[in-house]
């Protein structure tokens, strides 16, 4: 105990406070912003049976603040009966990327092979993007269970970027920069995002410029997402958790300068 | 000679997927494609010398009696995901999958949540408003902190807009700065690199 400090309980205070939050449970509702009723509307617009192409570029660690993101817009796609074409560029979005979409999938009744695929994960994100413009047989010849993709219903007529309506990428990094570089500059491919709340500013001048169509990013854009597709789930439940530490937080940065300030009177007198 | 061969490769490939990047011919197409094939095979070698290198650094490390521990762990672990993806598979409820959902996820995660721990105390000890501009900075912080919770509508209708006002203009044009920045730079190593001036990626002093 000797060695306990004030660091010490600014986090248990952390600690405490999300746990209490948590266990109260419950949701919160919360305004939606234009960028996400923009998803929305882009999503909602494409015809039904319009192939769309989810790319999983994030790792295990940003699970919590990625599934809701992806829940929210996975099921958003399916409702609307879109065909998703699963791809991975990080080998860890590999596993996660696939229940994502068959959990997901299963809930609006949705049959592997015929309204969604998923074709694993290809090393070397640039080649493989670049790649799958010639052909996306070639580049993912079998897909994640080792059937030949020529052999996939959904995949008849998809050969490249010109079948997909869009990709949507979901990323906790710079991977959807790549899409955008090699895949919308190069290839005319309509880019859409959903990331992590710490890469939305990364992707701003990409939004503005129209580079990247659209994006809904962290635990606030699944929370206003699934309140526009009435459904649920962990961005609303996260958002009391969010709320809290970063009141905490702005606390924390109010007591650190009121106790700055006051040594530094003391000190001068 | 051997740096000589490895120079004259870099130049070649550099000068021509530089012109088939504004190419429409058919031909350029395909190169690409060639070459975005051959750029997996070398990765998967690359992967290969990566592998030996971990082993190689964790052995090595080992023989520190306070580190040996770790390196096991670090070492056990990286052999046992293949053996139980070769063996039992990748499915749903296969054992690799298992480790994955119950091990390497939650670990992962937790790592990557104690970041908000080290915010909130870096918040308490290092966020100073010392000066004009930090003091902006604080401000800017708490504006973005509060329009990403749940209560920033409640607390002001405005807050929202300000947020977005902050990222659209004066967040964007640093950021903007910040690429073309990159942009350049990259460009410029790229050259450097074409071009053979710059040659610390063949490795040794010369």
């Known amino acids: 105990m000797k060695n306990f400090q004030s660091r010490h309980l600014v986090f248990l205070g952390l600690f405490v406070l999300i746990a209490v939050v948590m266990l109260i449970g419950g949701g919160s509702e919360v305004k939606v912003s234009p960028q996400t009723q923009k998803m929305y509307d882009f999503l ?41 074409v699963g791809v991975a560029l990080m080998a860890e979005g590999t596993l996660i990327g696939y229940r994502l ?24 994100y640039v080649a493989a993007i670049l790649s799958m413009a010639e052909s996306i047989e ?8 080792g059937t030949p993709v020529g052999q996939l219903p959904l995949m008849e007529g ?16 710079s991977f959807t920069t790549h899409w955008i570089e090699y895949g919308r500059i190069r290839h005319n491919l309509t ?9 939305v500013t990364t992707y701003d001048p990409y939004l503005a410029s129209g580079q990247l169509e659209t994006m809904i990013g962290g ?40 106790a700055w300030w006051m040594s530094r009177r003391k000190r001068d007198a | 000679m051997e740096r000589r061969i490895a120079l004259a490769v870099c130049f070649g490939f550099g000068i021509v997927m530089f012109l088939q ?43 520190d009696s306070k580190e040996r521990p770790y390196r096991i762990v670090s070492v056990v672990g990286f052999a046992a995901m293949p053996i139980l993806a070769l063996v039992w598979g990748l499915k749903a409820g296969s054992p690799f999958m298992w480790v994955f959902e119950n091990i390497q996820v939650p670990m992962q995660s937790t790592v990557f949540a104690l970041l908000a721990f080290f915010v909130a105390s870096a918040s308490y000890r290092g966020f100073r408003a010392r000066s004009a501009s930090a003091t902006l900075l604080l401000v800017a912080a708490a504006i973005m902190l509060l ?23 004066p967040s964007m044009s640093a950021r903007r700065a910040i690429l073309v920045g990159i942009g350049l730079g990259s460009l410029t190593t790229s050259l450097r690199v074409i071009l053979g001036v710059e040659r610390t990626w063949l490795g040794g002093s010369r």
């Open chain 1, 138 to 145: 070639a580049t993912f010849p079998e897909d994640y269970f």
């Open chain 2, 147 to 169: 329009s990403r919770s749940a209560v920033s509508e409640w607390l002001s209708s405005w807050l929202p807009d300000l947020a977005d006002w902050i990222r659209n203009y």
């Open chain 2, 21 to 63: 990047y504004f190419s429409s011919l058919p031909e350029a197409r395909r190169l690409q494609q060639a070459v975005a094939e051959y750029w997996q095979i070398v990765f998967a070698f690359a992967l290969v010398v990566g592998i030996a290198g971990f082993v190689q650094a964790n052995v090595k490390a080992s023989k």
């Open chain 1, 101 to 124: 979409m068959e959990s997901t999938a299963r809930e609006y009744d949705k049959n592997y092979g015929e309204d969604f695929v998923f074709l694993g994960f290809k090393p070397q």
């Open chain 1, 219 to 258: 635990l606030r854009g699944a929370a206003e997402y699934e309140q526009l597709i009435g459904v649920p789930g962990g961005g609303g439940r996260g958002m009391p958790a969010q709320t809290a530490s970063h009141i905490y937080v702005l606390l924390m940065i109010v007591a650190g300068n009121v």
């Open chain 1, 191 to 199: 880019v859409i995002a959903g990331v992590t709340a710490a890469m």
């Open chain 1, 158 to 173: 998809v050969d490249n970027y010109q079948d997909v309506a869009a990709v949507m990428s979901i990323a906790d990094g």
């Open chain 1, 44 to 84: 909602d617009s494409l015809p039904r049976g319009s192939v769309v192409m989810v790319s999983f570029d994030h790792e295990a660690s940003s699970l919590p603040e990625i599934r809701p993101i992806a829940e929210a817009l996975l099921r958003h796609a399916y409702s609307r009966d879109q065909k998703l």
